[in-house]
């Protein structure tokens, strides 16, 4: 049972244009939810998280929002820059309860010149 | 370096064999997990430690896999008898506890490329 669900593997973007990439959950527990980042080779790095307390949380060209009704979140990347291509994992744990932290799996952006 | 270290970076083995993956975490991290990602998967978690103890070996496939962790620094995941499913690439990755009582988001390592043949 996927409780952390990526439906698009991949999506394509114009440079200069908002990227916006969606995550669904299935468990009501998930009170922390994070987006991870990752190159080919190298490891997931960490790029924003947010608290179910909040439903906005942003950084520079990443906004995070949360829908806690829908199980919704999305990631927003504007302005879109070449080096954002790479694949983006959704993330979510119970900290509450010290839970692992469970993956989607992950959707392929890619930046168009 | 100060990130998570992983060794071998790449492994080949026969059908059958044992391989033991080594993580560093990062030092004075507690918390340590392991993830696999097979391809065109996500992220799937295997185990995770807090200091020592592992409270959640979960996601471990089979009896054929285990970890340990000692001195709350190193771990090594084993897996015996290996399996062509077993090829992966495994990732470790270590947070530690900030002061609000939360971990902080995961440290990962480059992983170990496991290729059974």
């Known amino acids: 049972d996927q409780q952390v669900k990526q439906n698009s593997p991949s999506l394509s973007v114009q440079e200069g244009r908002i990227s916006i990439l969606n995550c669904d959950y299935t468990n009501s527990m998930f009170d922390y939810f994070l987006w991870y980042k990752k190159y080919p080779a190298e490891g997931p790095t960490f790029l924003i998280s947010?608290?179910?307390?909040?439903d906005k949380n942003e950084d520079g060209r990443f906004t995070v929002f949360l829908n806690k009704s829908a199980k919704h979140l999305s990631l927003h990347i504007v302005p879109s820059q070449p080096g954002d291509s790479a694949v983006y994992f959704c993330?979510?744990?119970?900290?509450?309860?010290?839970?692992?932290?469970?993956f989607g799996k992950g959707t392929r952006l890619h930046i168009l010149p | 370096g100060a990130g998570v270290s992983q060794s071998p970076s790449n492994k080949v083995t026969e059908k059958g064999k044992d391989v033991e993956l080594r993580c560093d975490p990062i030092s004075g991290h507690t918390a340590l997990y392991w993830y696999r990602q097979s391809l065109g998967q996500g992220l799937e978690f295997l185990i995770y430690?807090?200091?020592?103890?592992?409270?959640?070996k979960s996601g471990l496939p089979s009896d054929r896999f285990s970890a340990e962790r000692t001195g709350g620094s190193v771990s090594t995941l084993t897996i015996q008898r290996t399996q062509q499913e077993d090829s992966a690439v495994y990732l470790c990755a270590s947070s530690t506890l900030l002061g609000t009582g939360t971990n902080s988001p995961l440290h990962f390592g480059n992983g170990t490329r496991l290729t059974v043949t």
């Open positions: 947010i608290s179910s307390i909040k």
């Open positions: 430690f807090q200091g020592n103890s592992a409270p959640d």
């Open positions: 993330a979510a744990s119970a900290i509450k309860r010290d839970d692992k932290i469970i």
